[in-house]
C-alpha cells in the first residue's frame, strides 16, 4: 500500500476523534539537517472546530493565525502558546477547521540529537509535553500550512506499533469551557511512560505496546 492510501484511509471520511485514536502508535519523522528523528505518537487531543469552545475555530473563527486550519486533511497547523509551538493535524475537508493536537511522543532514532534540542533533558521529560515534542524534533515554524503529505514532517507508517489499550480522557488545560471542559476527546496509549502527566505506578511493562520485546529503558524511567 502507498504512503497516500496509507494517508487517505487515516485521515479520510473519519471523525476528527476517530483520527485521533488511529493517529496512536502511528511514527511521527521529522528530516533536519543534522539527522532523522522520530517517534510513536502516544497522546493526542481532538478539537472539534466551530462548536467546540476549545478550538482555535470556534464560531468558524477566521484570523491570519487560524487560516490553516481550513484547508485540507493532512494540513500542518502550528501555533505558539506560553513561548513554545504546539503541532497541530487538519482532519477534515476544506472549509471544516477541525485537527488533532499531538501531546507527546516516545522517541525512537535521534534521541542523543532530540535531548540535545531539550536541553540535555533525559526520559519521558525529552518529549512528554507538545511544546517539548515541537521542541525536541526542532520542527520549524516554516512547516505551517505545509502536509504530512509531503513535507520534512511525515508519518512512517510501516513503523507503526498497536496499542494494547487506548483511553479517552479530559483534555488538558481546557478550563471553564463548559461541557467542553469535561469531554474525553484526549486519547492515549495506556501505560506508556512518555504520557503528559503519567504516574510511575501507571507505566506498563511493555509501555503499552502489543506484543514488544523488553525495551531499553534509558536514564530517567526507574
Known amino acids: 500500500m502507498t504512503n497516500k492510501k496509507q494517508l487517505d484511509e487515516l485521515l479520510i471520511n473519519k471523525t476528527t476523534p476517530e483520527v485521533a485514536r488511529?493517529?496512536?502508535?502511528?511514527?511521527?519523522?521529522?528530516?533536519?539537517t543534522s539527522g532523522t528523528l522520530g517517534g510513536y505518537i502516544v497522546d493526542v487531543e481532538a478539537y472539534l472546530g466551530p462548536l467546540d469552545q476549545a478550538a482555535h475555530s470556534y464560531g468558524m473563527r477566521q484570523t491570519p493565525r487560524v487560516r490553516a486550519m481550513y484547508e485540507e486533511p493532512g494540513t500542518i497547523y502550528l501555533y505558539t502558546m506560553h513561548t513554545h509551538?504546539?503541532?497541530?493535524i487538519i482532519t477534515q475537508p476544506e472549509g471544516i477547521p477541525q485537527g488533532v493536537m499531538i501531546r507527546a511522543i516516545?522517541?525512537?532514532?535521534?534521541i542523543e540529537q532530540m535531548s540535545k534540542n531539550r536541553g540535555d533533558k533525559v526520559g519521558p521529560n525529552i518529549s512528554n509535553g507538545p511544546g517539548k515534542l515541537v521542541a525536541a524534533l526542532g520542527l520549524s515554524p516554516d512547516l505551517y500550512g505545509q502536509?504530512?503529505?509531503?513535507?520534512a514532517l511525515r508519518l512512517v507508517f510501516e513503523k507503526s506499533r498497536t496499542p494494547k489499550k487506548i483511553e479517552a480522557l479530559p483534555r488538558i488545560g481546557i478550563p471553564n469551557?463548559?461541557?467542553?471542559?469535561?469531554k474525553p476527546l484526549r486519547f492515549v496509549v495506556a501505560g506508556n511512560p512518555y504520557l503528559t502527566l503519567q504516574k510511575k505506578t501507571?507505566?506498563?511493562?511493555?509501555w503499552g505496546w502489543r506484543n514488544e520485546d523488553e525495551k531499553n529503558k534509558f536514564i530517567g524511567l526507574s
Not at 501507571?202 to 511493555?206: M, T
Open 106 to 110: 516516545e522517541p525512537v532514532n535521534g
Open 147 to 151: 502536509s504530512i503529505r509531503n513535507s
Open 202 to 206: 501507571q507505566i506498563d511493562k511493555d
Open 177 to 182: 469551557k463548559g461541557e467542553w471542559t469535561d
Open 85 to 88: 509551538l504546539i503541532l497541530n
Open 22 to 32: 488511529d493517529l496512536l502508535g502511528k511514527y511521527l519523522e521529522y528530516e533536519t
